[in-house]
């Protein structure tokens, strides 16, 4: 049976999990359907059995697809494809990977005109948006199961009555109430926010734990693909009890023997069966969010995700695609393009400079040979040498990759580690890695050499991609629930936890409400502290952090230190701050908010190191050969030499364009930053003097003492001050 279905997936994990259940449905109705699975992970020999043998079903990811587009022959190849589908949609849409989707769709739409696209998705809120961007011009028509299911969601609640906590303190101390959930909710998945909580609450659990050894097992993205593989057969086998997970597995939860899920994300995938979600709050204010998620759940609100619009070094790479998979006439790449959601409004101009830029490398490049990956005949573009045509493939994909190290103990692949956590490290020290406890020997050619054993403390980890903000939905309802508790009411076991924080709060000083904006000035032994709890989430705190830090600075020079939660913005300087309303107004100002940004953050720098990610996914940045790696600052110092160039022989070079906006859009989150200034010219502004740190203004104190102790002087530090505060709440002050 020749190939029918082309079947999209973001997870490696989950594509596997999605060619079983195809193969499984198709043996269960007699169809004499073959199921085949291609990812970055299929061997040679396997891909070239598919290609001898294709099967009636070819389960993939958008990067395996694109590459199947870079080969001449892919027209006869995928001939006889009559659907494709693309599972979890809104996972790929708001991403780059979701443009190259779109691209690589577009495509096949151009040479297999018959060709029927379905998008899968449960979990997105703007429907209609999410048609459009998948779909491009094409049209669709929307197809919504209203299938209401129960939705068990409870909460661990902590024992004992801080009203002081700070980010992440309770956590693991909540570990004898989740050993006790584990032991009797059956199969269990337990996730957490980033790979760094993953690998300590697996630790912590395996100590506890040790009769558990070989039922319980880890999985997040830096894990080698076999112990990946590992965990995900032992849930679909259901020989494991426990497997401690990020979003690495989020996507495939649907392994029927799983019972409960504990902290995040969905199971009860059995039909009928409710889905059961235990909530662990990493710090008490935590209850609040999970009060308000229950909420959420009952009203039936579901987040939106927005589309990217025309990234043009997504562009360039997909036009040396389709020059390496058998070429292009310039004008139909266009209108196949402009078929595409995210490039639908693409102008001529842009088009041109993005062919000129795969061409020759635009402007400052085409004097260089290397560049000349290009070559036009009869007005059909095609790739210039067939070296180039394989490090284009090499190349293919639009992931940013931290810049990481294999990690081997013996000849056993682990998995890899930012390089920025391994410098940190001499041989000897230990640290936590794949549920493991392990002591590095050496660093030699991209690899850390790793032995089990050691004593003493042991590091964890820290990925830099672990940053989740507070979303906008759940901070609106977040703010909802203390206007109430300003009123008095503390609906829910959470809200009923957290009411003496709340009322302590109250008292001091005030709550935050959805039309004021608490603004709170104290002083402690490390200078003036300021906070500002404007609910707008880490990412946009951090850009409003520097810009309200520089917009006082241009007033009254000063030194400002400044720190974030998903909350607040705190300020600390040795100098009092004494200012009025009216000062506030201006500096919490909408008006010229991007100049204003680029300026107090060094647009400069922060273009070129954002640079590097569109270098390398518009092939500027040449791939490592097999078994080499750069360091980051290597890959890093390439791509910052061309932003340069650029910058003084290019000013007109889109691709900067495109750094500033990224910067904007994404490591600002510019446009929700905007939001909280626009709401905040709305509110009132309560200027509360508070005699003493307050249950809220609490936390971002500990982190200003954070950044000059070492850990354990930090905690036992925090710790006294909270129990002197407890002491003074308790008599009453």
């Known amino acids: 049976v020749p190939p029918l279905i082309l079947w999209l997936t973001p997870l490696r994990a989950l594509a596997a999990d999605t060619a079983g259940a195809i193969a499984a ?89 018959a060709l029927r696209t379905w998008g899968l998705s449960a979990t997105i809120g703007n429907l209609d948006e999410a048609m459009g961007a998948l779909l491009g011009t094409a049209g669709g028509t929307l197809v919504h199961a209203d ?27 909540l570990l004898p109430s989740v050993l006790v959930a584990i032991e009797r909710g059956g199969q269990t998945l337990l996730f957490t926010n980033v790979r760094s909580q993953a690998e300590a609450w697996f630790d912590a659990i395996r100590i506890a734990k040790p009769e558990w050894a070989d039922t319980i097992a880890l999985h997040h993205g830096s894990l080698d693909r076999a112990l990946r593989d590992a965990a995900e057969a ?64 009952a009203e039936r609100a579901v987040e939106p995700r927005r589309a990217l619009v025309a990234p043009l070094d997504v562009l360039a790479q997909h036009i040396l695609t389709c020059a390496t998979g058998g070429g292009f006439v310039a004008d139909e790449l266009l209108a196949e393009v402009r078929a595409t959601g995210a490039y639908r409004s693409l102008s001529d101009a842009d088009f041109r400079w993005a062919l000129a830029f795969a061409a020759s490398g635009g402007q400052a490049l085409k004097a260089y040979p290397r560049f000349a990956r290009l070559k036009e005949s009869d007005g059909r573009w095609q790739v210039a040498t067939a070296d ?21 103990l013996g000849r056993k692949q682990l998995g890899s580690i930012e390089e920025s956590f391994i410098a940190r490290l001499r041989p000897g020290d230990a640290f936590v890695f794949a549920g493991r406890r392990l002591v590095l020997r050496r660093v030699r050619d991209g690899v850390a050499e790793v032995k089990t054993g050691g004593s003493g403390p042991a590091l ?66 490390e200078g003036h502290q300021v906070a500002l709890f404007l609910f707008a989430g880490r990412l946009a705190h951090e850009g409003l952090a520097s810009l309200i830090a520089w917009r006082l600075g241009q007033r009254v020079p000063r030194t400002v230190t400044t720190v974030i939660s998903d909350y607040a913005i705190g300020l600390l300087s040795p100098q009092p ?43 500027l940045l040449v791939p490592d050969p097999p078994g080499k790696r750069r360091r980051a600052s290597a890959e890093q110092a390439s791509a910052g030499l061309y932003y340069d160039v650029f910058a003084a022989h290019d000013p007109g070079n889109l691709l900067l364009a495109q750094a500033r906006a990224e910067v904007l859009t994404g490591q600002l989150d510019a446009a929700r930053l905007r939001a909280a200034l626009e709401r905040a010219r709305g509110q009132r502004l309560a200027l509360v003097n508070t005699l003493r740190l307050t249950p809220l203004s609490f936390p ?34």
Not at 147 to 173: C, N, Q, S, V, Y
Not at 702 to 728: C, D, G, I, P, Y
């Open 700 to 733: 971002l104190w500990a982190e200003f003492v954070h950044a000059e102790v070492s850990t354990e002087r930090w905690e036992e530090r925090v710790k006294r001050m909270a129990l002197s505060l407890e002491r003074k709440a308790e008599e009453g002050e």
């Open 388 to 408: 180039i045509a394989r490090r284009h493939r090499q190349a293919i994909g639009t992931i940013a990759s931290d810049q990481s190290l294999a990690v081997r």
């Open 234 to 297: 032992g849930l679909r086998q259901g020989r494991l009890r426990l497997v401690v997970a990020t979003s690495s597995l989020d996507l495939g939860v649907d392994f029927p023997a799983v019972d409960q899920v504990i902290q995040v994300g969905r199971s009860g995938h059995r039909p009928g069966a409710p889905a059961r979600i235990l909530g662990v709050p990493a710090n008490a204010f935590e209850l609040i969010e999970f009060s308000a998620a229950r909420r959420g759940v």
């Open 460 to 525: 964890v980890p820290q990925w830099l991609g672990g940053r989740l903000p507070l979303s906008s939905y759940l901070a609106e309802r977040v703010l909802a629930l203390l206007a109430e508790a300003r009123q008095g009411r503390f609906d829910g076991l959470e809200m009923q936890s957290v009411r003496p924080i709340l009322e302590l709060q109250e008292r001091w000083s005030r709550l935050p409400t959805p039309d004021e904006l608490l603004i709170e000035s104290t002083t402690t032994r």
């Open 25 to 113: 449905f198709a043996d269960g109705v007699g169809l004499p359907w073959t199921v085949d699975l291609r990812t970055g992970d299929t061997s040679s020999s396997d891909r070239r059995r598919q290609q001898e043998q294709p099967a009636t079903v070819l389960v993939t990811t958008p990067e395996s697809l694109t590459i199947l587009l870079s080969h001449p022959g892919w027209r006869d190849r995928l001939a006889t494809i009559r659907l494709a589908v693309c599972d979890e949609w809104h996972e790929l849409m708001s991403t780059k990977r979701g443009v190259q989707t779109e691209l690589a769709l577009a495509r096949l739409r151009t040479a297999l005109p």
């Open 147 to 173: 299938l209401p299911r129960p939705i068990e969601l409870t909460t661990l609640l902590p024992a004992g009555d801080e009203r002081f906590p700070w980010a992440g303190h309770l956590g693991l101390k």
């Open 577 to 619: 701050f004494a200012i009025d309303e009216a000062t506030w107004r201006e500096v919490l100002s909408p008006d010229s908010v991007e100049d204003d940004l680029l300026t107090c953050l060094d647009a400069h720098e922060l273009g070129r190191r954002r640079f590097r990610e569109i270098a390398r996914v518009a092939g």
